[in-house]
């Protein structure tokens, strides 16, 4: 496609529930990166895929958080028993290579709250 | 470890006037940095990069950043500010080589008419 494409938009869900987030890159892009932004504050990262390399989860703040994407395309964040804490938006973006200088395309993010 | 440092939560400026936003970074070999800019509910946007060569990078809407390797910053700056460019603006770098971009906690920029 055009763009980095998120869904859904928003999410609302009552604490203790899973919750799933999809990420669709942008075609030929290699490397995915999940990342977080609560409220008020910076781009936290979470995990990073490149090919079909293991991907780096180590910015995953518990066992809570897991992630999975098939070769080069669609990635889903997948977050079990959530906790308020966790409300925050949820930022995908993709980029055409990770060693090089290349810039990210984000997307426009899920927003998750929980209740 | 590589970090990036915002300094100021805010800037204010009238329209018209320069702006300048500022960062500093700290990366154990040579850097990747980014500016990215967020509309207001918009996602994020890339402003500009420098990778190597020239200091002085030109991106998008007229705005500019000036790489300084001796005071490790890479301070945003626009001659003449409009209402427009009213945002949060992140500084991001990577180290050359590595994968991992970490991005500073945000500079919120206002433009005041």
């Known amino acids: 496609g055009a763009g980095v494409s998120q869904s859904p938009s928003n999410k609302v869900t009552e604490k203790g529930k899973d919750v799933e987030l999809r990420c669709d890159p942008i075609?030929?892009?290699?490397?995915l990166y999940w990342y977080r932004q609560r409220l008020g504050q910076g781009l936290e990262f979470l995990i990073y895929?490149?090919?079909?390399?293991?991907?780096?989860k180590s910015g995953l703040p518990s066992d809570r958080f897991s992630a999975e994407r098939t070769g080069e395309s669609v990635s889903t964040l997948t977050i079990q028993r959530t906790q308020q804490e966790d409300s925050a938006v949820y930022l995908c973006?993709?980029?055409?290579?990770?060693?090089?200088?290349?810039?990210?395309?984000f997307g426009s993010g899920t927003r998750l709250t929980v209740v | 470890a590589q970090s990036v440092a915002q300094p100021e939560d805010q800037v204010n400026v009238a329209e018209g006037n320069p702006l300048t936003v500022k960062c500093t970074y700290s990366?154990?070999?040579?850097?990747?940095l980014f500016w990215y800019v967020q509309y207001p509910n918009r996602g994020l946007q890339f402003l500009l990069k420098y990778i190597t060569g020239d200091n002085l990078v030109k991106g998008s809407y007229g705005f500019e950043a000036e790489f300084n390797k001796s005071q490790t910053s890479f301070h945003l700056k626009k001659p003449s500010a409009l209402v427009s460019d009213s945002a949060l603006y992140f500084c991001a770098v990577r180290e050359t080589g590595g994968f991992k971009t970490i991005f500073g906690a945000g500079t919120r920029l206002f433009v005041k008419a």
């Open positions: 973006a993709s980029s055409l290579g990770d060693r090089d200088g290349y810039g990210y395309t």
């Open positions: 990366v154990s070999g040579n850097p990747y």
């Open positions: 075609s030929g892009h290699t490397a």
């Open positions: 895929f490149q090919g079909n390399s293991a991907p780096d």
